[in-house]
């Protein structure tokens, strides 16, 4: 059985950069890419945020770029999804649709995924009206009314995208305020196509007999009137829940489901690291998670260094840990 | 590339090839500005050689064939639907790993013929 230095799950910003410093350190990582490859920057469009791109770079170029330059060094990316993992003691196992892995050090960086509301009929219309995703289907909408759910950035990255294609989009937000940062809000308000709904839940999306989304029904949670909207689509942005299914009963989390790290990017288990957005509440940003994969990458790196020599030593990479014994 | 066992469904044959089809068939709606569907592809080409014989596989383009999309209200992509006998008896919307479409198929389709 071949132990590895370092295996990462995940290959967003913070899964690539972590290979990306793992391969420069001449640790062979291997990178289980998982169902979403490229992570959540591969459904957006511009992004003007990651530095050094000046007029912006599109989500997928960059993610391309973080791939190639990982394998560049030597990283070794492969398709696949891991459906378990063994963190009892190292080597840590981890079990993929299609194979077996086995490595001394593992960096968790699975990332998170968009959250529904929770509605029965949300769920039953993914697919025919209900979306996470504007970059995907929005251009199902061309000239139709739609909605988008919740406050944040990406809520409103995804409104004034949609109104490319849409012919109204409403914004339904459960608070009386937006979260979101002000250039963002800036751009939303001055958008002729955007119009809002505040202190705004939810409580259905019809119609379900005819398979297709032609409404949705608003409460008003400061006075409880009902309304309904007609739309022919509804895109939710309320959030990410972390990728944790993986771990969970073996590594701490906090109470909102987040991989809890210490000390950069350590985790409760001794060789497994986390980065990105599976760790991280409070920032969510490609660079932030970038930034973190690098911290995860070195942390990983002084861990196998600080191993015992029948474990850590390089020339014993690919040989059988029984064998090495 | 497309695999050349992928059947390419258009507005115009989708009726003969898919709902007066003898065997179930698996159909992928995608388009060309769909990241995900993309990242599909593959397992669509690999699931086409896999089941050769006993489902076939088609692509259909949504942007080219509007009718049929329109037909089964799709306003998501990438969407799987699997046709048995003309009927819609399995929906897959967005991405999905081989393993899982794999087992959705087979609870639909017999074994492949030994030897």
Redesign the interface.
């Known amino acids: 059985m071949r132990i590895r230095d370092v295996i990462i799950i995940g290959s967003g910003p913070a899964g690539l950069t972590a290979a990306l410093y793992s391969a420069r350190a001449n640790l062979k990582p291997l990178v289980i890419e998982g169902?979403?490859?490229?992570g959540q920057l591969?459904?957006t469009t511009l992004v003007e945020n990651w530095p050094g791109f000046r007029d912006g770079i599109m989500g997928?170029d960059l993610m391309t770029e973080m791939r190639a330059q990982a394998e560049r060094f030597g990283a070794e990316i492969i398709?696949g999804?891991v459906?378990h993992v063994d963190l009892a003691a190292p080597p840590f196992r981890v079990k993929t649709?299609e194979g077996e892995y086995f490595s001394r050090a593992l960096i968790l960086a699975t990332g998170a995924s968009a959250r529904l509301l929770g509605l029965p009929s949300e769920r039953a219309l993914?697919?025919?009206?209900?979306?996470t995703?504007a970059?995907?289907?929005g251009?199902?909408?061309r000239g139709k009314p739609i909605a988008v759910v919740g406050g944040g950035d990406s809520a409103l990255e995804e409104a004034i995208f949609l109104t490319r294609f849409a012919s109204h989009v409403t914004v339904v937000h459960r608070r009386a305020a937006l979260r979101a940062s002000k250039i963002m809000q800036d751009k939303a308000f001055a958008n002729p196509k955007i119009a809002f709904e505040w202190n705004s839940d939810v409580e259905d999306v019809k119609d379900l007999t005819r398979?297709?989304?032609t409404s949705i029904v608003l409460r008003n949670n400061l006075t409880g009137a009902l309304k309904e909207v007609e739309v022919?689509?509804i895109f939710v942005a309320i959030g990410h829940t972390p990728n944790t299914s993986l771990v969970t009963g073996q590594i701490e989390l906090d109470e909102p489901g987040y991989i809890v790290t210490h000390m950069g990017s350590r985790t409760s288990v001794p060789g497994v690291f986390a980065c990105g957005d599976v760790q991280d509440h409070i920032y969510r940003q490609a660079i932030t998670a970038a930034g973190s994969g690098c911290m995860a990458a070195i942390d990983a790196e002084h861990y196998i260094d600080g191993l015992p020599q029948h474990l850590g030593e390089p020339g014993l990479v690919d040989d059988d840990i029984a064998v090495a014994d | 590339m497309a695999s050349e066992k992928v059947t390419t469904l258009t507005d115009t044959n989708f009726d003969q090839s898919v709902i007066k089809a003898a065997q179930p068939v698996l159909v992928d709606f995608w388009?060309e500005?769909?990241?995900?569907c993309k990242?599909l592809g593959?397992t669509i080409d690999e699931l086409a050689t896999d089941y050769d014989g006993r489902v076939t596989i088609g692509k259909l383009n949504?942007d080219d064939n509007p009718a049929v999309a329109g037909r089964f209200?799709?306003?998501?992509?990438p969407?799987l639907l699997l046709f048995k006998g003309g009927q819609i008896v399995e929906?897959v919307?967005?991405?999905?790993?081989?393993?899982s479409l794999k087992k959705m198929l087979d609870k639909h389709v017999p074994a492949p013929a030994q030897g």
């Open positions: 169902l979403e490859a490229g591969m459904l997928p398709r999804n459906t649709t993914l697919g025919h009206g209900v979306s995703c970059t995907c289907d251009y199902f909408f398979g297709e989304v022919d689509g | 388009a500005w769909c990241g995900p990242r593959p949504v209200s799709i306003r998501g992509i969407t929906q919307v967005g991405l999905a790993d081989k393993d």
